[in-house]
């Protein structure tokens, strides 16, 4: 079991930072849900695939967390994207970037699979009514440029550049000003996407979400880890729940770095 909760760990702290809109309190989410399974205050569910009770067991946690879905709502956000519930992103992130099915989400938040579907609707049309934002896109690939400029610009954002290589993105970030970048973190030239983020973040104060094919090297724990991380190859629907809740939590309150 412990073997099992450690390959799950990373992806935990992925969702949880991807819930809360942060590295800190989404790490602390997945040390309280620990803390709770080896306490006995949160049980592992044994009628559920350990993966899925991993996440049942952190959204326990959640529940019962200040910062939780019956906590405070979050201030400052954007009137359109405010209107998402806690349950409704919870939905889209699990079945988006975690790649849940609507019956297995049912089966994390404790709902009937139809209130899922109808969880993931409200929240789709949401995300659709979300203002717009000026996007910068490092990627070395020219189809998953591409890829990505179309999601972007589908969900009504406008992308001010594609960049391939650390000098272009910053050089491209201080001509365009974007409110938010998407960067892989393998770069063309050997450059990195964190390197680049990082220099930007030191001009400009904005989210930032990074895609790789590799994210057990990003995950390790060892060091300051990305809040917004999407896995290669990406579904579009995935990048398009990141993206609204980057930009969700960053209008909330100052996200933070996401690379030191």
């Known amino acids: 079991m412990s073997r099992q909760i450690g390959r799950h ?71 359109h994207l405010q209107g998402l519930s806690d349950e409704e992103r919870a939905t889209l992130l699990l079945t988006t970037m975690e790649g849940f099915s609507p019956s297995e989400a049912a089966e994390v938040l404790h709902r009937d699979r139809g209130d899922v579907e109808a969880l993931l609707q409200s929240a789709e049309t949401a995300l659709r009514q979300q203002l717009a934002a000026r996007v910068l896109i490092i990627e070395d690939e020219p189809i998953i440029a591409l890829d990505l400029t179309r999601v972007a610009r589908d969900l009504g954002h406008t992308v001010v550049g594609v960049a391939a290589t650390r000098s272009e993105a910053v050089a491209l970030a201080q001509e365009t000003r974007p409110g938010l970048v998407l960067a892989d973190v393998r770069l063309a030239d050997g450059s990195s996407g964190m390197d680049a983020a990082a220099d930007i973040l030191r001009s400009f104060d904005l989210p930032i979400i990074f895609i790789t094919a590799f994210p057990e090297h990003l995950l390790t724990g060892d060091r300051p880890e990305p809040a917004f991380l999407i896995t290669k190859p990406f579904r579009e629907d995935a990048v398009k729940v990141l993206i609204g809740q980057a930009l969700f939590f960053h209008r909330a309150a100052p996200v933070e770095a996401a690379v030191s």
């Not at 006995?40 to 991993?54: F, H, T």
């Open 9 to 79: 760990a990373p992806y935990l702290r992925r969702y949880a930072r991807a819930l809360t809109g942060s590295q800190v309190k989404g790490d602390s989410l997945v040390q309280a849900a620990m803390e709770g399974l080896l306490s006995g205050d949160i049980v592992l569910e044994e009628a559920l695939a350990v993966r899925s009770a991993l996440y049942a067991a952190l959204h326990d946690a959640w529940a019962r967390s200040p910062d939780g879905p019956n906590g405070a709502p979050v201030m400052g956000a954007d009137l």
